[in-house]
């Protein structure tokens, strides 16, 4: 399958060289083509690449920052005409980093890493199937695997679902049923409420109908949900 591309620049010139080169790449597959990140990311809001080749140097939101504002990037391949920004660029993991003019050439081999990356990092199955401890979802534009014991709750979202990760200021973001969540995580974890799955051994306090897993958080408990709960607490409590 060929690899769905975002080429970003705020240069129509730089643009068009760009979508050129991805179109000379038989393994590459124009998704979009935007003039800033800001398009970029309304792009990404509904639609899925496996790869960005993105200008760093633009108006409102540059390249490094919209990169870095992606919960879970896809490969990034950076391309500017300011060579200060190479190692700020591979910082962010950036699969590859292009100096301004570049040749088909060089993008070629930009082009062949990117393809080399994602075969490297797209085998889950290669995995040990007894490590229970973690699993994959698909979240913006790839797989990414979560530990279980990091998890500290799990959110419904319409269809989707937020994982939040211990000390990740932004959950991981996915398509998928809280019935199917539920059934696979262990005994720690437990549904509160048709909205919520906690890591019991994170819990801090429960509060009346609440459950408070910092400062910050307090989820509720719903009706539905209370005797199971009530019963796991019993099970822990000391006192009279």
Known sequence: MPLRCL????????????VTYISKVPFLELAAQ?????????FLENDAVDAIFCDIN?????????????????????????????????RVNAVDYLLKPFSLQEFQRA????????????????????????IFVKTDYRITKVHIPDIRYVEAMSEYLKIWIENEPKPIITLLSMKKMEERLPDDFMRIHRSY??????????????????DDTHLPIGDLYRENFQAYLNTKFLGK
């Open 111 to 134: 082009a062949n890493r990117l393809k080399e990356r994602l075969e490297n990092s797209s085998h889950p199955s290669a995995l040990p199937a007894e490590d229970d401890s973690v």
């Open 58 to 90: 633009m108006p409102d939101l540059n390249g490094m920052d919209f990169v870095k504002s992606l919960t879970v990037p896809p490969l990034i391949v950076f391309t500017t005409a300011y060579s200060e920004y190479a190692v700020e660029g591979f």
């Open 34 to 42: 935007c003039q800033s990140a800001l398009e970029a990311r309304a």
């Open 7 to 18: 080429a970003i620049d705020d240069e129509p010139l730089a643009l068009k060289q760009l």
């Open 197 to 214: 799955i906690v890591n019991l051994t994170r819990i801090q306090e429960v509060n009346k109908n609440r459950v408070i897993m910092d």
